[in-house]
């Protein structure tokens, strides 16, 4: 969807690049936008004078308005409203003490993972609200959250089927006496999914391989571990939902490969913010934000170096883990290797 205020600060090219079938309706109605491609249509408008515009096939003073509609339409009509987030836009906003952020801003793109760290209480979880929210200053913080770089339609907020954010939050009790086969199903169908069968098994395989321990379509969804059931999420956000904003608050005690869901996620093309004190997730991802007492305090790129202690920490996780199953297993511990 787009409304007439972010229209007015596209170029041409930015919409024909963000909504190609444009171009046909331009066509169509014998528009010829050539070379004039730099210009907002607003812009582009004026370069008329009125005796020139009368030529013309259409009122193009109305060409805004219809372009809306027109969009609107065609984007319902493409069932891709859910699918048009390419960025997502961190504005500063305020600490705890009211003391201003000092980041210019924060553009995450398709396909990123920004870690948040900081101490408990510090401000991690209302940062993932302010973008489930899609802030405008108007949360404690006073941030702003923009999508493709403009203030986003409020609808987002409300609109259920049309969520701009799929969060994984901290307790997922399921409540509901299904096999998990059946709840995929059920929200396939929800979805509208078309393959529906291929997907369903798809969910499955892709859980199975994030949990430890395996389960099939026919296990209850009460059956399921802690872990199972976040590993079932995960699959399920990553696959299912369309929602192109993944926001996960501290994952690391669910007993999944937490490396593997991450990678799940990103593949699908969608935005990942994880709260974490995790180091193994942290240096993950592309950024960090560093949170203290409720602002950002800075962002963090991860470095080289990083990514190298990160194969020395994957090494120390595989050898946790490997603990972890002998105990399990009631085997007697010698020595870590
Ligand atoms: N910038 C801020 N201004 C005002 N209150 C804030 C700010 N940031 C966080 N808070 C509040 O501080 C409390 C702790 O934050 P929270 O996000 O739960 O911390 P964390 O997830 O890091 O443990 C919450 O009540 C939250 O609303
Ligand atoms: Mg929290």
Same mark, same amino acid.
């Given at each position: 969807?787009? !409304?007439?205020?972010?229209?007015?600060?596209?170029?041409?090219?930015? %919409?024909?690049?963000?909504?190609?079938?444009?171009?046909?309706?331009?066509?169509?109605?014998?528009?010829?936008?050539?070379?004039?491609?730099?210009?907002?249509?607003?812009?582009?408008?004026?370069?008329?004078?009125?005796?020139?515009?009368?030529?013309?096939?259409?009122?193009?003073?109305?060409?805004?308005?219809?372009?809306?509609?027109?969009?609107?339409?065609?984007?319902?009509?493409?069932?891709?409203?859910?699918?048009?987030?390419?960025?997502?836009?961190?504005?500063?906003?305020?600490?705890?003490?009211?003391?201003?952020?000092?980041?210019?801003?924060?553009?995450?793109?398709?396909?990123?993972? +920004?870690?948040?760290?900081?101490?408990?209480?510090?401000?991690?979880?209302?940062?993932?609200?302010? +973008?489930?929210?899609?802030?405008?200053?108007?949360?404690?913080?006073?941030?702003?959250?923009?999508?493709?770089?403009?203030?986003?339609?409020?609808?987002?907020?409300?609109?259920?089927?049309?969520?701009?954010?799929?969060?994984?939050?901290?307790?997922?009790?399921? %409540?509901?006496? *299904?096999?998990?086969?059946?709840?995929?199903?059920?929200?396939?169908?929800?979805?509208?999914?078309?393959?529906?069968?291929?997907?369903?098994?798809?969910?499955?395989?892709?859980?199975?391989?994030?949990?430890?321990?395996?389960?099939?379509?026919? !296990?209850?969804?009460?059956?399921?571990?802690?872990?199972?059931?976040?590993?079932?999420?995960?699959?399920?956000?990553?696959?299912?939902?369309?929602?192109?904003?993944?926001?996960?608050?501290?994952?690391?005690?669910?007993?999944?490969?937490?490396?593997?869901?991450?990678?799940? *996620?990103?593949?699908?093309?969608?935005?990942?913010?994880?709260?974490?004190?995790?180091?193994?997730?942290?240096?993950?991802?592309?950024?960090?934000?560093? +949170?203290?007492?409720?602002? +950002?305090?800075?962002?963090?790129?991860?470095?080289?170096?990083?990514?190298?202690?990160?194969?020395? *920490?994957?090494?120390?996780?595989?050898?946790?883990?490997?603990?972890?199953?002998?105990?399990?297993?009631?085997?007697?511990?010698?020595?870590?290797?």
């Amino acid at each position: 969807m787009i !409304t007439k205020e972010q229209l007015q600060k596209l170029s041409i090219q930015e %919409v024909l690049t963000r909504y190609p079938f444009v171009l046909t309706y331009l066509e169509n109605n014998k528009i010829k936008v050539e070379g004039y491609e730099s210009l907002t249509f607003h812009e582009f408008r004026n370069q008329f004078e009125e005796h020139e515009l009368e030529e013309w096939a259409m009122d193009l003073s109305k060409l805004e308005e219809e372009l809306i509609v027109f969009i609107s339409q065609m984007l319902e009509f493409l069932g891709e409203t859910e699918n048009s987030v390419d960025s997502l836009t961190i504005l500063p906003g305020q600490d705890k003490s009211g003391n201003p952020e000092t980041f210019e801003m924060l553009t995450i793109r398709k396909s990123e993972i +920004i870690a948040i760290v900081g101490p408990t209480g510090s401000g991690k979880s209302r940062l993932l609200a302010d +973008i489930e929210w899609t802030a405008q200053h108007d949360t404690p913080t006073k941030r702003g959250i923009l999508i493709n770089g403009v203030t986003p339609d409020k609808k987002w907020r409300f609109s259920s089927s049309n969520k701009l954010v799929a969060q994984l939050s901290q307790n997922m009790n399921f %409540v509901i006496d *299904l096999s998990v086969g059946e709840f995929i199903e059920l929200h396939a169908k929800s979805r509208l999914v078309e393959q529906e069968e291929e997907v369903v098994s798809r969910i499955v395989d892709a859980a199975n391989y994030l949990a430890g321990e395996k389960f099939d379509l026919n !296990t209850p969804v009460t059956a399921l571990s802690g872990g199972q059931s976040r590993a079932l999420m995960i699959a399920d956000t990553a696959i299912l939902s369309k929602s192109p904003i993944v926001l996960i608050d501290e994952i690391e005690n669910a007993g999944i490969d937490r490396k593997k869901a991450l990678k799940l *996620l990103v593949g699908e093309e969608k935005i990942v913010l994880i709260a974490t004190h995790d180091p193994t997730l942290a240096l993950m991802a592309d950024k960090r934000m560093v +949170i203290k007492n409720g602002g +950002i305090l800075k962002i963090l790129e991860t470095s080289k170096e990083e990514k190298e202690v990160l194969i020395t *920490l994957e090494e120390m996780d595989t050898k946790i883990q490997a603990l972890r199953s002998s105990l399990r297993a009631g085997e007697v511990i010698k020595n870590i290797e």
